[in-house]
Structure formats: structure tokens, C-alpha cells
């Protein structure tokens, strides 16, 4: 079946500092991916839709310029958490849809556990 | 503005016992409805999708229902195990892109 395949797992950085997180559709081309918060015991949040070659929509209150999106090839989305605080500690997923199977079906990484200190 | 309504939140049960878990939506104008398990801090595994023309989908033990009419859902689990324990998640998609998630239901399934 689709495989997204997101790294890193999990990282722990210095407040201030900038972390990339990339989401890869690894056996199908998405046009179209997506980035997901989620807090603890809480459900998924879509901060962003990511756009091969064009900008990223993103959803009200989400910080364009706090959350870089960069989708340069149809297999590659990227999340960059800039100057990086502790209230962003959270845990951050992407998702892809295969286009070209029926039915839409979202596929989803193993996410990314981010820790501010 | 669609809305998705998880109940319980949280569910125990004995090993063995076959349950339900609840999913209601808001607005019945949806394409499809998706149930996800997600494993604590792990991804999200797709289970089972019904399209809005469908009624039901089953795999192994599992089956989801969907009355798109009255804007419910319902995902039943046979003979659950301890390996069933994990977090259900119901999302529904209006169309195009987004997909709305419940905040889930917390399964516990004791040995």
C-alpha cells in the first residue's frame, strides 16, 4: 500500500533554533499534502495544505512565517518550525493523498515528536 | 461549519468483548468518512473508508457503518484483544482537500 515516510521521529532543540521536519510520499506522487498539530489527548489540527510549486494555504491563526512550507517535488513536503519556542512543543504529522487510487484516501506519516526546551 | 463528535472519549473493557464506538458529524454534505487508529505517539493508520454512497465496510473484526443521513457513524470491534488498545479517530471529508478529525476515543482492553 501508500507509505508516507516522515523524519525525524522525534526532536528536542534549544529555544530559538529553526527544525525541518520532511514528509515523503514514497511509492505515489501527491500533489497535495498536508501538516497536522496534535496536543496530547487531543485530536489533529490541520494547520496547512502544501501545494507542489505554489505557496501553502494555511488555516486561520496558523503563522505563515513561524511555519515554512516547502513542497518542491511531488514525492517532498517540508515543515520548518523557525526560532523554535517551547509553546510549539507538540506533535506534528503530514498526511498525502494518492491521487490516482479511488476513493481520496488520506495516508499518514508516523509523525514528529517536537520538544522545545 | 462541520463538526465531528467522538463518544466515549475514553472506553474499558475486558478482553473478548465486542464493542461500538461512536462517530457523529454535523453536516451530512460529506464525500467520505475515514476511521484511523493511532498507537500513542504514532502515526495514524488508516482502518476502514466508507464513501458517502456506501453503507458499510468491514475488515476482519472490524465493521463501520455510516448513516449519512443522520450524520452518524459507528465502528464495532469483534472479540476485542489487548492489542486493540489504542486511540479511534473519525474524520470526515467534505470534498476536496480537507478532512475534519473527532477527538477520538481512548480504547483500553484489559487481559
Known amino acids: 500500500g501508500a507509505v508516507v515516510s516522515q523524519h525525524p521521529s522525534r526532536v528536542i532543540c534549544k529555544s530559538g533554533t529553526s527544525v525541518k521536519i520532511e514528509c515523503r510520499s514514497l511509492?505515489?506522487?501527491?500533489?497535495?499534502m498536508f501538516w497536522y498539530r496534535q496536543f496530547p489527548k487531543q485530536s489533529l489540527m490541520l494547520m496547512a495544505t502544501?501545494?507542489?510549486?505554489?505557496?501553502?494555504?494555511?488555516e486561520q491563526g496558523v503563522e505563515k512565517d513561524k511555519f515554512l512550507i516547502n513542497h518542491a517535488s511531488l514525492t517532498l513536503s517540508t515543515l520548518t518550525v523557525t526560532s523554535a519556542h517551547p509553546e510549539d512543543s507538540s506533535f506534528y504529522i503530514c498526511?498525502?493523498?494518492?491521487?490516482?487510487?479511488?476513493?481520496?484516501?488520506?495516508?499518514f506519516g508516523s509523525g514528529t515528536q517536537l520538544s522545545v526546551l | 461549519k462541520q463538526e465531528v463528535t467522538q463518544i466515549p472519549a475514553a472506553l474499558s473493557v475486558p478482553e473478548g468483548e465486542n464493542l461500538v464506538l461512536n462517530c457523529s458529524f454535523t453536516d451530512s454534505a460529506i464525500y467520505n468518512l475515514q476511521w484511523f487508529r493511532q498507537d500513542p505517539g504514532k502515526g495514524l493508520t488508516s482502518l476502514l473508508l466508507i464513501q458517502s454512497s456506501q453503507r458499510e465496510q468491514t475488515s476482519g473484526r472490524l465493521n463501520a457503518s455510516l448513516d449519512k443521513s443522520s450524520g452518524r457513524s459507528t465502528l464495532y470491534i469483534a472479540a476485542s484483544q489487548p492489542g486493540d488498545s489504542a486511540t479511534y479517530l473519525c474524520?470526515?471529508?467534505?470534498?476536496?482537500?480537507?478532512?475534519?478529525f473527532g477527538a477520538g476515543t481512548r480504547l483500553f482492553v484489559k487481559a
Open positions: 474524520a470526515v471529508s467534505p470534498g476536496g482537500f480537507k478532512t475534519i
Open positions: 502544501s501545494n507542489e510549486g505554489s505557496k501553502a494555504t494555511y
Open positions: 498526511s498525502a493523498r494518492d491521487e490516482d487510487r479511488a476513493f481520496e484516501k488520506l495516508f
Open positions: 511509492d505515489f506522487q501527491a500533489t497535495t
